[in-house]
Each structure stands twice: as C-alpha cells, then as structure tokens.
T-cell receptor, first 115, second 115 residues
Framework: EAGVVQSPRYKIIEKKQPVAFWCNPI?????LYWYRQNLGQGPELLIR????????DSQLPKDRFSAERLKGVDSTLKIQPAELGDSAVYLC?????????????FGQGTRLTVV | GNSVTQMEGPVTLSEEAFLTINCTYT??????LFWYVQYPGEGLQLLLK?????DKGSNKGFEATYRKETTSFHLEKGSVQVSDSAVYFC??????????????FGTGTRLTIIP
C-alpha cells in the first residue's frame, strides 16, 4: 500500500512568488495534517483536517497561507506571496482518526527554498 | 503550553554501545508520548509510543517508559547498530492552549553510529 505522497520534493522560488504543495494521504485516513519543519527543529503543526473540515488552523499564518482538502481526500497547501522566512520542509501526514494514541504517517516532505 | 525538551545532538557512538536519548515534557492533562525516527532520505516514522503512565513502548530493540513522576520518556537501546543512524524526535499528543489536541515535537537528536 502506498504511503503518504507529497509533491514536489523540492521547490526553489523567488520571494513574493506563489507556491503550492500537494499531498495524497493514505487511503481511508480521515485525518490529514500539514506541518512545517525549520532547519534543526521539530515539525510544527500548521493545520489539521478531519475529512474536509479544517478543525485546527490556529497556527496557520492566514495572511499568506491557505489550504484546502476538497472531497476529504488529497490536500493542497499554498503560500502567496512567499517570504524568505518560509524556507523550510513542509510535511504532510495522515492518520485513521485524531485519537491520542493514533499513529500519524508522514510523507517525505517538500523542501522549499525562497531566494 | 505543551512542550518537549530533548537531548541536544549530535550524538556519536560506536557500534554495540548503549544509547540513551533524554526527553522530558510539559503538558496539561495526560498526554500520549511518542518517539519518531527519520532515517536519511526518508519521512518521519513512528518508532514507539506509550499512552499512559508506566507504559513501556518498544520496537526494534528500542525502549522508552512513560514516567509521570519525572515527566520523562527517555529512549534507550542496549546495543546500537550502524543502521540506527538517524534523527530521533520525541513528541507528545495533548490538548493545546487553544483547546485542540495536537502532536508537539521536540527539536530532534541526530544520532550517528560508527563501525
């Protein structure tokens, strides 16, 4: 069975340009997460979906970041416009549900470099 | 708020040495605790977990015990191998200040095992 698939793996853009990341979770997983991982740090949650509903977007910088999960399956995270400080690895993860002991499965991430 | 503090790296050990990576946490309520591992070129994957006090999680020779009295979840392995070289993240699942439950990660510990 395929794991969490993310694309692209790498992206280099100039500041002020838009960028989008795509994630296809594991089939049947209702919960989808987007994390940002800065160099030398642990992942930090940006947004969590339960099916197509964003149930926790408290850490998403809404002035420039947006996300959607149409039909409750795959998801897109967008940044517009990108800033130098947005350079990071963006991770997508999914789980069957959001219970405390539920394992989250991570994709390989998209490494974004803003120049 | 919730937080995880783990041993700073990098950690370099010889093959067959004993490993301990310290992890302590601060959280409201009764969190679930996890160790995730990231091998070179791969995504984060769950190594082991414990969902209540005094539980011991174990996998691939690694162990960690949920110690509520010391708020710790130290990772141990009796005899490390070169293939254990990776970055290890301690994490907790608990309710945040915003009322949402989420996974909070430590900063990661890079482990290198030399033959």
């Amino acid at each position: 069975e395929a794991g969490v698939v993310q694309s692209p793996r790498y992206k280099i853009i100039e500041k002020k340009q838009p960028v989008a990341f795509w994630c296809n979770p594991i089939s049947g997983h209702n919960t989808l997460y987007w994390y940002r991982q800065n160099l030398g740090q642990g992942p930090e949650l940006l947004i969590r979906y339960e099916n197509e509903e964003a149930v926790d977007d408290s850490q998403l910088p809404k002035d420039r970041f947006s996300a959607e999960r149409l039909k409750g399956v795959d998801s897109t995270l967008k940044i517009q416009p990108a800033e130098l400080g947005d350079s990071a690895v963006y991770l997508c993860a999914s789980s069957l549900n959001a219970g405390g002991g539920t394992e989250a499965f991570f994709g390989q991430g998209t490494r974004l470099t803003v120049v | 708020g919730n937080s995880v503090t783990q041993m700073e790296g990098p950690v370099t050990l010889s093959e067959e040495a004993f490993l301990t990576i310290n992890c302590t946490y601060t959280a409201t309520g009764y969190p679930s605790l996890f160790w995730y591992v990231q091998y070179p070129g791969e995504g984060l994957q769950l190594l082991l977990k414990a969902t209540k006090a005094d539980d011991k999680g174990s996998n691939k020779g690694f162990e960690a015990t949920y110690r509520k009295e010391t708020t710790s979840f130290h990772l141990e392995k009796g005899s490390v191998q070169v293939s254990d070289s990776a970055v290890y993240f301690c994490a907790l699942w608990a309710r945040s200040n915003f009322g949402n439950e989420k996974l909070t990660f430590g900063t990661g510990t890079r482990l290198t095992i030399i033959p």
